[in-house]
């Protein structure tokens, strides 16, 4: 199992920043993908960022040229820093965690943490 602990939401006004970050722990893996997914009252849950353990990285449409994603991949962590939020960012980040090994691949999610933006 490998459990993760989100930190960083918040209430912000419209045009402001935050920033996420994720801690996981337990059986990690080498090989991993490491993101964030958001899910808007009434809407389904959306990928925002992920990054793989080589680096590789990608956004949703809404975030690109706002948010960036990176890790510490010594530390198994990832932070998610959000720029020019709108009120439609506004929704419960969701931390993830997909371990690969031989066996297979397992998801891992975190327990959200609320983002709220005011207009």
């Known amino acids: 199992q490998v459990q993760l602990v989100e930190s960083g939401g918040g209430l912000v006004q419209a045009g402001g920043s935050l920033r996420l970050s994720c801690a996981a722990s337990g059986s990690t893996t080498s090989i991993n993908i490491m993101g964030w997914y958001r899910q808007a009252p009434g809407k389904q849950r959306e990928l925002v960022a992920i990054i793989s353990s080589d680096g590789t990285t990608n956004y949703a449409e809404s975030v690109k040229g706002r948010c960036t994603i990176s890790r510490d991949s010594a530390k198994n962590t990832v932070r998610l820093q959000m720029n020019s939020l709108k009120p439609e960012d506004t929704a419960v980040y969701y931390c993830?965690?997909?371990?690969?090994?031989?066996?297979?691949?397992?998801?891992?999610w975190g327990q959200g943490t609320q983002v709220t933006v005011s207009s």
């Open positions: 993830n965690y997909i371990s690969v090994d031989t066996a297979a691949a397992r998801t891992y």
